[in-house]
């Protein structure tokens, strides 16, 4: 054997391997095989970069040596940055520092608005805490914005694109909110406007009987009213809607008391004004078997104690169409929720997109609640109730107009300034708002990120499936590529026996 010239070829391969990390270090390839294309940027995006016209500088705090998979998040970062920059034309430059090796950094990056949060580490078989900055810094001019903290599986591509949006757009679109019959205002949806903010200004319409709706307003918010719209406000929408304007709608049919246990219909003339439509949000309350808890206070002995008990009318809804409002959503919980119909004809379009699961029913109003009731299949007998919808068309006058119609009005609501709600539920607002609004395209990104599937929400054959599958499989290939070689070598033998061999 020539050892010389094994020797040549180890070395050649080795430097090679080095090389090619050396370049995939500035210059990569790669192939995106996950569900939501995560990895590979957006027409969108793409648009938005070749359209900039003035540079922008982007400072990214990311920390080194963190777990693993908190680090993926910087290299998958760094590797977003270096393709915004290749289709900018130019007009995007960026740097990545370590805060952690310099307490300059460090306080520089605090003061841009990018705070450290603690993760634990392993050092040594034990435990301890770290400090790890994730966050970058975009500017352009005196334009500044900021994303704090980069969640590992967050929608990157859409954080960093609605940032440079958001800075480099001048004049937002205008989105009007409904106030004068107890609507919540935008302070009362603090999760809501935080994101609506990102792209649109958002304008307070107090409606009464001489209102027109400004020019500038795009789409139209009109979130739980508890008092009834006059005749006169309902015909200021209709006008809003003759001329293009769109609309989304999110509605209380049947109120819910549970310190009563009552479910009373509600009448505001919306209702009214939607059927008219063919659009009916019927005065009934979605039950379902997948549902959200409620706490109970039980007795036993002397002791009183609260317990947790699922509660049938607080739906948590992960059935959804594919349409741009509700692409990429888990699940929502939409508490007293009222299922939609249309009965309309065809000049308007009808969209189911969110739907009950195959185990519920809906009862009319009024009734009381039962909390202890055991519900049974019988009791649960429909499935894919309509519960938010989308309609297209001719709404109103003889211009086309769209509207986003969703059977409960509280599910976007912050109760007060600390309480959060579902992100799903605050992705159903904006994502409609988008639909309605935006014409850039960015509504794709806003759920593009890792998607949660959790293995306790599959049945329990796929369950055993896969776990045997998991265990199984990597011993079957194996054992396959063995029988392969041992059947490739025996024919090697038999070939080199043969007389003419060689």
Same mark, same amino acid.
């Given at each position: 054997?020539?050892?010389?010239?094994?020797?040549?070829?180890?070395?050649?391969?080795?430097?090679?391997?080095?090389?090619?990390?050396?370049?995939?270090?500035?210059?990569?390839?790669?192939?995106?095989?996950?569900?939501?294309?995560?990895?590979? +940027?957006?027409?969108?995006?793409?648009?938005?970069?070749?359209?900039?016209?003035?540079? /922008?500088?982007?400072?990214?705090?990311?920390?080194?040596?963190?777990?693993? !998979?908190?680090?993926?998040?910087?290299?998958?970062?760094?590797?977003?940055?270096?393709? =915004?920059?290749?289709?900018?034309?130019?007009?995007?430059? =960026?740097?990545?520092?370590?805060?952690?090796?310099?307490?300059?950094?460090?306080?520089?990056?605090?003061? *841009?608005?990018?705070?450290?949060? +603690?993760?634990?580490?392993?050092?040594?078989?034990?435990?301890?805490?770290?400090?790890?900055?994730?966050?970058?810094?975009?500017?352009? !001019?005196?334009?500044?914005?900021?994303?704090?903290?980069?969640?590992?599986?967050?929608?990157?591509?859409?954080?960093?694109?609605?940032? $440079?949006?958001?800075?480099?757009?001048?004049?937002?679109?205008?989105?009007?909110?409904?106030?004068?019959?107890?609507?919540?205002?935008?302070?009362?949806?603090?999760?809501?406007?935080?994101?609506?903010?990102?792209?649109?200004?958002?304008?307070?319409?107090? +409606?009464? *009987?001489?209102?027109?709706?400004? #020019?500038?307003?795009?789409?139209?918010?009109?979130?739980?009213?508890?008092?009834?719209?006059?005749?006169?406000?309902?015909?200021?929408?209709?006008?809003? +809607? @003759?001329?293009?304007?769109?609309?989304?709608?999110?509605?209380?049919?049947?109120?819910?008391?549970?310190?009563?246990? =009552?479910?009373?219909?509600?009448?505001?003339?919306?209702?009214?004004?939607?059927?008219?439509?063919?659009?009916?949000?019927?005065?009934?309350?979605?039950?379902?078997?997948?549902?959200?808890? %409620?706490?109970?206070?039980?007795?036993?002995? @002397?002791?009183?104690?609260?317990?947790?008990?699922?509660?049938?009318?607080?739906? $948590?809804?992960?059935?959804?169409?594919?349409?741009?409002?509700?692409?990429?959503? #888990?699940?929502?919980?939409?508490?007293?929720?009222?299922?939609?119909?249309?009965?309309?004809?065809?000049?308007?379009?009808?969209?189911?997109?969110?739907?009950?699961?195959?185990?519920?029913?809906?009862?009319?109003?009024?009734?009381?609640?039962?909390?202890?009731?055991?519900?049974?299949?019988?009791?649960?007998?429909?499935?894919?109730?309509?519960? @938010?919808?989308?309609?297209?068309?001719?709404?109103?006058?003889?211009?086309?107009?769209?509207?986003?119609? %969703?059977?409960?009005?509280?599910?976007?609501?912050?109760?007060?300034?600390?309480?959060?709600?579902?992100?799903?539920?605050?992705?159903?607002?904006?994502?409609?708002?988008?639909?309605?609004? *935006?014409?850039?395209?960015?509504?794709?990104?806003?759920?593009?990120?890792?998607?949660? &599937?959790?293995?306790?929400?599959?049945?329990?054959?796929?369950?055993?499936?896969?776990?045997?599958?998991?265990?199984?499989?990597?011993?079957?290939? /194996?054992?396959?590529?063995?029988?392969? &070689?041992?059947? &490739?070598?025996?024919?090697? &033998?038999?070939?080199?026996?043969?007389?003419?061999?060689?």
């Amino acid at each position: 054997m020539n050892f010389k010239k094994y020797y040549i070829s180890i070395g050649l391969v080795i430097g090679i391997v080095i090389f090619v990390n050396l370049l995939s270090d500035d210059f990569f390839a790669r192939f995106d095989f996950t569900e939501s294309q995560q990895y590979t +940027l957006s027409n969108a995006t793409k648009d938005l970069l070749r359209n900039l016209d003035e540079p /922008i500088t982007i400072k990214a705090y990311f920390s080194k040596d963190l777990p693993p !998979n908190v680090a993926s998040v910087r290299s998958d970062f760094k590797d977003m940055l270096i393709e =915004y920059a290749a289709r900018s034309n130019g007009k995007l430059i =960026y740097e990545i520092v370590n805060p952690n090796e310099d307490e300059k950094i460090e306080k520089e990056a605090m003061q *841009d608005g990018v705070q450290p949060v +603690l993760i634990n580490v392993r050092e040594k078989d034990q435990m301890k805490q770290q400090k790890a900055y994730l966050g970058a810094v975009i500017k352009m !001019n005196d334009r500044k914005e900021v994303i704090p903290f980069m969640q590992p599986g967050s929608p990157m591509e859409y954080s960093l694109s609605s940032a $440079i949006k958001k800075i480099s757009v001048k004049d937002k679109p205008v989105i009007g909110l409904i106030q004068g019959q107890g609507e919540p205002s935008i302070n009362d949806m603090n999760q809501v406007k935080a994101d609506l903010e990102v792209l649109y200004k958002v304008q307070d319409i107090q +409606l009464n *009987d001489t209102t027109s709706i400004p #020019e500038n307003i795009k789409t139209l918010a009109l979130i739980r009213p508890t008092d009834s719209l006059s005749q006169a406000e309902l015909q200021g929408l209709d006008n809003f +809607l @003759a001329h293009g304007g769109n609309m989304f709608v999110a509605i209380n049919r049947v109120k819910g008391d549970l310190k009563t246990l =009552y479910a009373t219909a509600q009448n505001t003339m919306v209702e009214t004004w939607l059927k008219q439509k063919g659009i009916n949000v019927e005065p009934s309350l979605v039950a379902d078997a997948k549902c959200a808890n %409620v706490s109970v206070q039980q007795q036993q002995g @002397a002791f009183r104690f609260m317990t947790q008990v699922q509660f049938p009318y607080l739906p $948590i809804i992960s059935k959804f169409a594919n349409h741009p409002a509700v692409k990429g959503l #888990e699940s929502v919980i939409l508490p007293f929720v009222s299922p939609i119909s249309f009965t309309g004809d065809s000049a308007i379009n009808f969209t189911p997109l969110a739907f009950s699961s195959d185990k519920s029913s809906a009862q009319n109003a009024p009734f009381m609640f039962n909390i202890q009731k055991h519900w049974t299949e019988n009791d649960l007998n429909k499935k894919n109730l309509v519960v @938010a919808a989308a309609f297209d068309g001719k709404l109103a006058g003889k211009n086309n107009s769209k509207m986003v119609v %969703v059977g409960n009005g509280d599910f976007a609501i912050n109760r007060n300034s600390r309480q959060q709600i579902q992100p799903d539920n605050v992705s159903l607002f904006v994502n409609s708002i988008d639909w309605l609004s *935006d014409d850039t395209g960015l509504i794709e990104l806003r759920t593009k990120g890792v998607t949660s &599937r959790p293995i306790d929400d599959l049945e329990d054959g796929t369950k055993t499936l896969l776990k045997y599958l998991n265990f199984l499989l990597p011993i079957l290939l /194996i054992v396959a590529y063995g029988l392969f &070689r041992m059947q &490739r070598n025996k024919n090697i &033998r038999i070939k080199r026996m043969e007389e003419n061999y060689g």
